[in-house]
């Protein structure tokens, strides 16, 4: 399974600016679709932001489009979350995670869950 691990989270004022970062190991994270996930407490987790292989389609969650931008280095083997103009509602815990393309789902059999990244959106 791919490891994963996300990192730039933090406490940020509305209309502020994040960029989340996602570090892959395993070795196969240039063959997946990958995603960013979001859970907020009391809340069902939710794809935010998506990504093919080749990082030249991408899906967005209708509360984000214009805000948040998705990219991925397969060099690096990492992927990231810009995240722009942010409101108290995008406060969650951030994941990244291997997806189901259309679906929009997790695919746990390629991947385990980090510890995610905590965004905090507030004055």
């Known amino acids: 399974q791919e490891r994963l691990a996300e990192s730039g989270g933090g406490l940020v004022q509305p209309g502020g600016s994040l960029r989340l970062s996602c570090v892959a190991s395993g070795g196969r994270f240039s063959t997946y679709n990958m995603g960013w996930f979001r859970q907020a407490p009391g809340k069902e987790r939710e794809l935010v932001a998506a990504?093919?292989?080749?990082?030249?389609?991408?899906h967005y969650e209708d509360s984000v489009k214009g805000r948040f931008i998705i990219s991925r280095d397969n060099v690096k083997n990492e992927m990231y979350l810009e995240m722009k103009s942010l409101k108290p509602e995008d406060t969650a815990v951030y994941s990244c995670?291997?997806?189901?393309?259309?679906?929009?789902?997790?695919?746990?059999?390629?991947?385990?869950w980090g510890q995610g990244t905590q965004v905090i959106v507030s004055s």
């Open positions: 995670h291997v997806v189901r393309w259309s679906y929009w789902t997790p695919v746990p059999e390629f991947a385990s």
């Open positions: 990504i093919t292989v080749s990082g030249q389609s991408t």
